[in-house]
């Protein structure tokens, strides 16, 4: 290998005029990284409740969960306010009870699908559904909204 060429002699003789110190800078997200979120935003999924039976004592109501979007849904879930009934039989879901506050027959519930319908695709649906015990006249469960990421 050749060796490297020495600089040239300094002829300034160290009148040189002093670099300024650079600022710092702030720091600034780099527009060539991705800044992709640990949590996506939410997509709405459409909810379509259907009242199979109705009786004196009880009823059935079968839901539907319909991806309109164009990209596919992953962990969804349902949420739903039913004040005076209680379920006592599901199916295709995990349906659990919240306790509103100040409140003792008014529950909020948070419906969580089984594993295999944790996805859905854009165009298609997830059916599932409970019966319930009536407890009063206000049995009928209200503000059915489901999203996922």
Known sequence: MAPLPSPPPDTNQGLREPIPTPEPSPNLPNPNLSTRSQTRNRVSLKV??????DWQEGFCIGIQVINEGSSKVEDWE???QMNQAAINNSWNGNFQPRNMENSQSSKNYVVTPLDWGRLIEPGQSRHLGFCANKLGSDYKPKQMLASGQ
Not at 48 to 53: I, K, R, Y
């Open 48 to 53: 379509l409740p259907n009242l199979h039976s």
């Open 78 to 80: 349902l949420t739903f």
